[in-house]
Nanobody, 117 residues
Framework: QVQLVESGGGLVQPGGSLRLSCAAS????????MSWYRQAPGKERELVAR????????NYADSVKGRFTMARSNAKNTVYLQMNSLKPEDTAVYYC??????????WGHGTQVTVSS
């Protein structure tokens, strides 16, 4: 069955770094655009970054541009989110999303990122 498993979250001090991973299985990973979303308490889920199926193009929310980098390995069926210069406002549950069409859209269960001193 389809699985998206996020890992790498945790507690980090402001200014620190974390690297999230999302391991995919059960579908043709290389045919799917991949995204990272996040949801903070009391707020709506927001798009953080997206990468095309081939990895040739990425785009980022303005709030993370220059600090976060998204990458993928189609050989390993995995996407990554390198997060640098973390701020308290980056605190959220981070979700991985795989999308080929509106009806082929899968979500992971999320990983908690907490930025606090």
């Amino acid at each position: 069955q389809v699985q998206l498993v996020e890992s790498g979250g945790g507690l980090v001090q402001p200014g620190g770094s974390l690297r999230l991973s999302c391991a995919a299985s059960g579908f043709t990973f290389s045919s799917y655009a991949m995204s990272w979303y996040r949801q903070a308490p009391g707020k709506e889920r927001e798009l953080v970054a997206r990468i095309t199926s081939t990895g040739s193009s990425t785009n980022y929310a303005d709030s993370v541009k220059g600090r976060f980098t998204m990458a993928r390995s189609n050989a390993k069926n995995t996407v990554y989110l390198q997060m640098n210069s973390l701020k308290p406002e980056d605190t959220a549950v981070y979700y991985c999303d795989a999308r080929a069409t509106a009806s082929l859209d899968y979500w992971g269960h999320g990983t908690q990122v907490t930025v606090s001193s």
